[in-house]
């Protein structure tokens, strides 16, 4: 728990940078700096330079006081779930603090190596270290807590009488998901509209993902789990009904399969669209695999009798 | 949703596979809007023949619950709830008739056993 507080106190060197810099640049610095560029490279806007730094030096106070006490109110309560949220409020904090850091960097650089035509150029790779800060963040954070789940009782198989067939298939939306991707691509677009065009690229990732995850159809049938994503129908995961050990529906809080969407941990992957009734297959060598579903005990069932008809 | 199917059952499997899909709307198991299985998919995996499911999708859409549309497969249809609505308004106008009459359970259902062809 106390590499919570060193988590935070990481967080906060982004904003000392800031504050740092200012010691030593500001008699140097024009009372105008350039805030933005054009697809030429030649800076098409100027913001009031002591307004850009507080601004950017408030959005790294707010994060850093954010990272704080979500560290201090874990190490109160201690509870494993809630040190895991901390974690992810750490990560960002971190991201967002070390991403105003090489904002201002960058900026405040480009104006002292030529004050009178200030080029971004390769500088936008301070933005991109800034935002990187939230992996050093992570690494010091410790690692995400992995619960011990008790070992699976499966389910009853569904009574399928052997001249019966049967096949499962759901789909699944999101709306939590694309939400937050559409939130994310929108923040994106307006710093690429204000800040820096190349971020126009970066705005359809999360646009992509939203797509993808928005909506995915999940079948369960003799040949085994099957998961396609959304509109296009890209094939996200198929495990094969022999390769299933035992079938289970269970409760899955997502703070403890790694957070939302596609996650990908040792020994286990999911799909979490949102917390609560999921289907976990327990696999033959070892793995686990999971995805939210509601009712999840019918795919449960119906794949536990699939399986028993397969000849050993 | 959950589609099975037996082969050995009097009843034609498209018409079990019919039945199944408006158990599912009737349940809430598939919302209007949702994509069933494509007829391919859902024959390969039932392992039925391909006509069977088409003849269960057809017999589905003219009861106007899903629509079919090239390309983009079976679609439950928007309004597809109003049409349990409709038998469960049947079905209360029936059971106040009988009452009325004096009739028991078992002669309601009596009465509704009859009336199957």
Redesign the interface.
């Known amino acids: 728990m106390r590499r919570l507080l060193a988590a935070a106190a990481l967080v906060w060197l982004p904003v000392a940078v800031i504050a740092a810099t200012w010691a030593m640049w500001s008699g140097e610095l024009p009372t105008r700096v350039a805030t933005h560029w054009g697809t030429s490279g030649a800076p098409d806007r100027f913001s009031s330079t002591t307004g850009f730094w507080v601004t950017l030096l408030a959005i790294g106070i707010v994060a850093g006081l954010t990272a704080l006490t979500a560290a201090v109110a874990t190490l109160r309560a201690g509870a494993p779930a809630e040190a895991d949220v901390a974690r992810f409020l750490l990560i960002g904090a971190g991201a967002a603090a070390g991403a105003v850091a090489g904002m201002w960097v960058a900026t405040a650089t480009a104006a002292l190596a030529n004050p009178a035509d200030p080029r971004l150029g390769w500088r936008f790779l301070w933005f991109v270290a800034g935002l990187a800060w939230g992996l050093v963040v992570r690494a010091a954070a410790g690692r995400f807590s992995r619960p011990v789940l008790p070992a699976a009782p499966g389910v009853d198989p569904l009574d399928l009488g052997p001249t019966e067939r049967a096949a499962y298939s759901t789909t699944l939306r999101s709306p939590l998901i694309t939400g937050v991707t559409l939130a994310s691509a929108a923040l994106v677009a307006v710093l690429a509209a204000t800040v820096q065009p190349g971020l126009w690229l970066v705005a359809a990732i999360p646009l992509l993902a939203g797509l993808t995850f928005g909506r995915i159809r999940v079948t369960a049938d003799r040949r085994g789990l099957r998961l396609v994503a959304g509109l296009v129908g890209v094939p996200l995961k198929h495990i094969p009904l022999t390769d299933i050990a035992t079938a289970e529906a269970a409760d899955i809080n997502p703070l403890e399969w790694g957070g939302w969407g596609y996650r990908v941990l040792p020994g286990r992957a999911a799909l979490v669209l949102r917390g609560g009734p999921a289907l976990v297959l327990h696999l033959r060598d070892g793995h686990r695999f999971a995805v939210t579903l509601d009712h999840p005990r019918t795919p449960a069932a119906l794949l536990t009798a699939l399986q028993s008809r397969i000849p050993d | ?9 009097a009843e034609p499997l498209a018409d079990q596979i019919a039945a199944q899909v408006r158990g599912g709307i009737m349940r809430g ?1 598939v919302t209007p809007g ?4 494509s007829a391919r ?2 024959a390969e ?4 023949n391909l006509h069977t499911v088409l003849r269960a999708y057809a017999q589905l859409r003219d009861e106007e619950l899903i629509e079919l549309r090239r390309g983009r497969g079976a679609v439950v249809r928007g309004d597809a709830d109003a049409t349990r609505l409709r038998l469960v308004e049947l079905a209360r106008q029936f059971v106040r008739e009988a009452r009325r009459q004096g009739l028991a359970e078992a002669e309601m259902i009596a009465i509704m056993k009859e009336a199957q062809p």
Not at chain 2, 34 to 37: A, D, G, I, Q, S
Not at chain 2, 45 to 48: H, P
């Open positions: 949703m959950l589609f099975r199917v037996d082969v050995a059952a198991d949702e994509r069933l299985p998919e859902l995996v039932l392992d039925v």
